[in-house]
């Protein structure tokens, strides 16, 4: 598949939609001053060629009672249960992310609770599975960035 090349009507559409996924088409549209069928139209490209990938929503996980942060290194009796881990990791809701990595751990994931009592049981369930040899946890006491809209901002500011 060949690159897709942004042009600076791209960018500037995905500018928008970094700082607001709701937005609608015409709204951008009349800020840069082309048609919204355009904007409709440039937006499907960029799905197609996979630089979009859906949209998302964020939600306020302290008002849903869901403030509870946690990180869990998971250590394997072998690196060959990583498949088999993940798979069981994966059907645990309260598993926000899962990471396979190199270093002190094999798999190194993050966890939203309602309380500490909640997150005993979710790291209960992550030590059960089988092939984990044990568990390390480290509480968030804040999560203090994240902020992936810098980061998509950057990105477009290179290209």
Partial sequence: MAKFKLDEVDH?????????????????AKKLLISAGTVH??????????I????????DY???GYSFIAYVGVFL???????????RIETI????????????FNIFCKIRAKDTMHAKEIIFNIDDI??????????SLEESINDKKRLMHTIFNDL
Avoid: C, W
């Fill in 77 to 87: 009796q072998n690196t060959s249960q990583t498949k088999f881990v993940l798979e």
């Fill in 93 to 104: 809701p309260y598993v926000t992310v899962a990471h396979i990595t190199t270093g002190k």
């Fill in 52 to 59: 979009i990938k859906g949209s998302s929503l964020t939600l």
């Fill in 130 to 139: 089988d092939g984990v040899y044990r568990t390390e946890t480290m509480i």
């Fill in 41 to 50: 139209v440039r937006v499907k490209k960029m799905e197609e060629a996979g």
């Fill in 62 to 64: 302290k008002k849903l």
């Fill in 12 to 28: 500037q559409i995905l500018d928008m939609l970094i700082d607001n996924t709701r937005i609608p088409f015409t709204d951008i």
